[in-house]
């Protein structure tokens, strides 16, 4: 906020993209994933709403979590 307050959303804006693209790897895209992006297009003045979760993918996530349960528990019976 105090660098878009000294000189502008632009330059902080280009900054962080430059910033991003230097250190874009597998553990940047990993840690940071879209957010880069979505702060410089969000300095930019584009203010659209995230994406949502897709409904299936929450879904099949939850079940997984579920799912992964009962597998912990025979793998923990099988280390005792």
Same mark, same amino acid.
Request: glycine letters at 8%; aromatic letters at 0%; charged letters at 15%.
């Given at each position: 906020a105090e660098a878009v307050r000294r000189v502008g959303s632009r330059? $902080? *804006?280009g900054a962080l993209l430059k910033v991003w693209m230097k *250190?874009?790897? #597998? $553990?940047?895209n990993a840690a940071y994933g879209d957010a880069a992006s979505a &702060? $410089? #297009?969000c300095l930019l003045?584009?203010?659209t709403e995230p994406d949502s979760v897709p &409904? &299936?993918?929450l879904v099949m996530s939850v079940a997984g979590a579920i #799912?992964?349960?009962p597998l912990g528990l025979?793998? *923990?019976t099988l280390l005792v």
């Open positions: 330059p $902080v *804006a *250190a874009s790897g #597998a $553990v940047t &702060r $410089v #297009a003045g584009d203010l &409904r &299936r993918l #799912a992964s349960i025979c793998v *923990a």
